[in-house]
């Protein structure tokens, strides 16, 4: 054997290796020269046994055979070759020196990959070797290709088929036979197919396959199907139609591919669009959606719809309290609670309902979470507001059972607004706007219960937001002023004092503090507001001072959460700072009810305050549910007795009683003490008889502008011309006479 290059060395010119195997040594020898000659590198050997015993170990570019060999000839060799792992595809051509037909076939039968005849035309012998050199580099390539295609197809779980109306069942591919479970070379018959759907969706898609076929069209689908092994999988098919040179149609080619996992993940995503992650039911975007259907219908079939806003009472309470991780456990107790009150559909709907049925919009029922505690309770059909009523009720019924969080027992009641279509709206936003005036008006009433929504519920609404919005600009439009009542003593006839309260002029009109105060308490514009009150009280002060002499305190009524305000000192430092009147000068006012309300986050305030000189009174004390031991400990300066209880002083003795209770506990506490809602000569007598000898109310004077306060100083108090003024002397002397006469000495003569 002669060899340029050892077999299984590699060619460092990239030279085609030609294997060439001839027992005629001298055509051996010429050939291998002209092949050489023409950039080849070529491998020799003398038989067919030796040849067979080098490709074991070595795998050539192209095997030329001599067919005519002693012992093992070309054929048996070229048989022996081919049973070589990997030698299925190897080009092998054949020499022969026999031209006949029987030869060249048998060359074929053999594995022959071509034959040539033997000559001395080396050219073309060389054009043969590279031409079937090219022709295996292609087949290499394409089977590279088609290897890489099935892999591809193997992780993207997807194979093909082909369908000829000639034949009775599609014949796929082995990625498509795997896709369905099936191993390589299984036949599959439509039938079999048909038995792996859900009978429920057999006949449909029998439908979807012939109106596919009679309109020569693209089938593009998804269908479940149940393999052998149990599996359900989502089998995404499509096929496009082939026609013949007639346009007719011939049969489908297409692909099937599973993507059971993408529709897992995509449904997975539409769940987290659709659906509240902490409760699982509908969140705000497939509520509005399933209302916007149910009001399509609702038009065309001409019935009504009811949408139920509720929210949940304490909640807040509730997880202030016991922190959030219980405030979540109630919600998802609420949410159960609420999907048994309602046929729930947990259906994500997204796509028509047409091919449902009639009734098929009733499937948007269901329960929803628009965010914190708010729910929505869809009813797409209902026969009037009696129907709504009754699941508002049994909402509201179930709400009101015990709900055990965070290893407590909590109760959690809920607030109903009910809104109609068509009669209160036309659209998904009127109803909810609707619902929700009706839901407030709940809160409003009390809480726990449910209401239709009222056209006159939404003018109370606007007329609040006009009103609020108004509020926003009183103070930069200096629409904001304080009256002041006086405060009298009623022994020396003077003022020693006033209260200072708010009041609003709007479009020259006067609004009641009850209309506006509570609503800038709830909105929040309750602390610009006393700021503003601050400020102002701190100018009249000086004003005062230098009018009149003045050198009382005046009482600014502030609501708890100023007191719970870290610059609250300093503000009142700043307003008394910047008109010279002393800290004393303002008196701050808190109700005994949001001092209880907030105690131990008002202390602090108090104390400071108290630092500087500024005093503080309870309001409205008695009203309220009090604890004696804080009183002790307060830094309070005085306590002022409800109207309530002035009210029937003289007439029942239980007011008698209470008001001589509380004058006795604020001088056991050494507190000043002062009655308000004085309106009559008896409520003044008797508040004097029992000890108290401040006072304020309409007998003395009604809140006034503190010009008018002026007035009433010079043209009443100073010239004593009040009925009210020696009044407290004459009770002082009657009191006098009538102890004398009990100790049976001499009548006392009345002073002049």
Known sequence: MNASVAPGDEDPLGQPQIFLVDDDEVNLLLTSIALRERGFNIIEATSGER?????????????????????????????????????????????????????????????????????????????????????????????????????????????SFDWKRSQGSPIFSVEGLRVFGMGPGTNVEFRQLLRMLPAEDRAGLIAMLHEVMGHSSVLATDIPVTLADGRLRIIHTEAEPEFNEHGNLIGYTGIVQDVTDRRMAEDKIRHLANFDALTGLPNRRQLLWRTERALEYARRLGHQVSLLLIDLDRFKVINDTLGHGAGDELLMEVARRLRSCVRHSEQVMESSLEAMGSRSHRTLEAVGRLGGDEFVALLPEVVDERDAERVAVRILDLMREPIFVGGQECFVTASVGIAMY????????????????????????????????????????????????????????????????????????????????MRWHRNGVLVPPADFIPLAEETGLITPLSEWAIRETARQARLWKDNFGFSDSIAVNLPNRL????????????????????????????????????????????????????????????????????????????????????????????????????????????????????????QMEVLHRLGCGVMQGFLFSKPKMPDEIEAWLHQTVLPKKAPWIGKAGEADNSEALRAAEARGGPRATPAA
């Open 51 to 159: 040849a067979i015993q080098i490709l074991t170990d070595w795998l050539p570019d192209v095997v030329v055979l001599d067919a005519i060999m002693p012992g093992m000839d070309g054929f048996q060799t070229c048989r022996e070759l081919r049973a070589l792992p990997g030698f299925e595809s190897l080009p092998v051509l054949m020499l022969t020196g026999l031209d006949d037909d029987a030869s060249i076939n048998r060359a074929y039968e053999a594995g022959a990959t071509d034959f040539f005849v033997k000559s001395t035309h080396w050219s073309l012998l060389a054009g043969r070797l590279r031409y079937l050199l090219r022709s295996s580099r292609t087949r290499l390539e394409l089977e590279r290709s088609k290897s890489k295609l099935a892999r591809a197809q193997d992780l993207a779980r997807m194979g």
């Open 422 to 501: 068509p009669r209160d709206g036309q659209s998904v936003a009127d109803l909810m706007r609707n619902s929700d005036v009706a839901m407030y008006s709940v809160k409003a009433q009390g809480r726990n219960a449910a209401s239709l929504y009222r056209p006159q519920l939404a003018g109370k609404g606007r007329e609040k937001l006009e009103l609020e919005s108004a509020l926003h600009k009183a103070i930069e439009r200096n629409e904001l002023v304080l009256h002041y009542q006086p405060k009298i003593d009623v022994r020396a006839a003077k003022m020693v004092g006033a209260e200072a309260l």
């Open 563 to 682: 007191f719970e305000r870290t610059d609250l000192v300093e503000h009142i430092h700043q307003a008394v700072t910047m008109y010279g009147v002393p800290h004393h000068a303002i008196e701050l006012e808190i109700t005994e009810t949001g001092l209880m309300k907030d105690l131990q986050n008002v202390i602090p305030a108090l104390h400071r305050l108290n630092e500087i000189g500024v005093e503080i009174s309870i309001d409205d004390f008695g009203t309220g549910y009090s604890s004696l031991a804080y009183l002790t400990t307060l830094p309070i300066s005085e306590l002022k007795i409800d109207r309530s209880f002035v009210r029937d002083l003289g007439l029942t003795p239980q007011s008698s009683a209470v008001v001589t209770a509380i004058i006795a506990l604020a001088r056991s506490l050494g507190l000043r003490v002062i009655a308000e809602g004085v309106e009559n000569l008896r």
